[in-house]
């Protein structure tokens, strides 16, 4: 008997290599193909097969029919034992596109990372999105969300997939992301060019409206008047870098902001960093936040469902309104100045990832949720074997 097959799909090749590849490795483990359908690159490792196939973000874009016939295709042609979708239009296409395959056994699985409607989300969000979702939960098998809220939703207002399951997101390398000894700390700095005086705040996100950099830069008006050593470090690329240079310039506190760009060595700036800040409007669970948890960083973080899922207020780090520039800059001072503080929410930080968001932790609850559908996939293909040679 041939070997069972998997196909992930996304909207870019670039969410599985940040997110699943540890997922793809396991299943190879167990002796399945693994197959990899999303846009741009095409280089994975832990995959037999890569597909190019340009989904777009925009559930508006025309493009968006092709991929959804290539994908038809693909999945008809492959015959796949389970197909399952992440991001939203991967999953909308990847659920529609498998329809036929579903009736005749194939397992769809799609994981949500964070509902574009959710508590606090603008009426158009709710009108576009919710509808789709509830609709192709009655084509799912299996529905997987990475925070409470979105599962609460999902189970309160009826979604009809098979199974609506929770799972601590994708999980953190602890032995990559892990606190920095003093003089790791030091000779990271170092190497940096950054004094141990210098109270370093790190943020790691796309520049888009809704990571929300411009609330740290006003919030960094304030801080800079009562701590002039305090420097916020903002790592990442996208459509609003330059107008983010230019309002540090404009508030003049463009010296004490550094933007980084996009960059691999994200564990050394935590390592090195005294706090964490998180600003985005939404969040389904922060792979940043969690990493810089796992590093035994202090958080202070914007109100969101993703934030408060890890952020308890005043034990692990503080929850800020995401238009109060003041608040956040009163947060920051409070951390920077109590290194005792700071230790305390360091430890339990590091706590809190290593009981639930740990990679360990995670693909223990993936196997044991991938199993149940890889036995079904087993007694289908054993009773199609039999029935083809009786």
């Known amino acids: ?3 069972k097959k998997i196909l992930f799909c996304a909207n870019i090749h670039q969410h599985f290599r940040g ?9 190879q483990e167990q002796g399945w193909e693994v197959h990899a359908a999303a846009g741009g690159e095409a280089d994975l490792p832990y995959t037999d097969r890569v597909f190019d196939i340009g989904i777009r973000r925009s559930p508006f874009h025309a493009g968006n029919w092709k991929a959804y016939r290539q994908l038809r295709k693909l999945i008809k042609e492959e015959n796949y034992d389970i197909v399952h ?18 009736r005749q056994g194939t397992k769809v699985m799609y994981t949500a990372h964070g509902f574009h409607f959710c508590k606090g989300a603008p009426l158009l969000n709710w009108l576009a999105y919710y509808p789709i979702e509830k609709a192709l939960s009655s084509i799912t098998d299996c529905l997987i969300t990475i925070n409470h809220e979105d599962y609460t939703l999902a189970v309160d207002r009826k979604f009809r997939a098979g199974r609506i399951s929770h799972v601590h997101g994708a999980g953190v390398n602890t032995e990559r992301y892990q606190p920095a000894s003093p003089p790791r700390k030091e000779e990271l700095r170092h190497r940096f060019g950054y004094g141990e005086e210098e109270f370093l705040m790190v943020y790691a996100a796309e520049f ?26 903002l790592a990442g690329e996208g459509p609003l870098l330059l107008a983010c240079r230019e309002l540090a310039a404009r508030l003049n506190v463009a010296d004490r902001v550094e933007f980084l760009g996009y960059r691999k060595d994200i564990a050394d700036l935590l390592q090195m960093s005294d706090a964490a800040v998180g600003a985005s409007f939404r969040e389904g669970l922060p792979v940043n936040i969690m990493e810089a948890m796992a590093c035994g960083l202090p958080v202070i973080a914007s109100d969101n469902r993703g934030h408060c899922e890890l952020i308890a207020d005043g034990v692990n780090g503080f929850i800020v309104p995401p238009d109060d520039a003041r608040m956040f800059a009163a947060r920051i001072l409070q951390v920077s100045r109590s290194q005792e503080l700071r230790d305390r929410m360091a430890v339990e930080n590091v706590r809190r990832v290593k009981e639930k968001y740990s990679l360990e932790q995670v693909k223990a609850e993936l196997s044991d949720l991938y ?17 083809a040679y009786l």
């Open 371 to 387: 199993k149940s559908y890889m036995e079904a996939a087993d007694e289908t293909t054993e009773s199609q074997y039999h029935h």
């Open 85 to 102: 979708g992440h991001t939203p239009m991967g999953g909308v296409l990847a659920r529609t596109a498998a329809r036929a395959a579903r």
């Open 208 to 233: 888009n409206g809704n990571k929300n950099q411009q609330l740290l830069l006003q919030a960094m008006v304030h801080v800079k008047e009562k701590h002039p050593e305090a420097k916020l470090l």
């Open 1 to 3: 008997m041939s070997r």
């Open 19 to 27: 997110f699943h590849l540890p997922v793809f490795q396991w299943f």
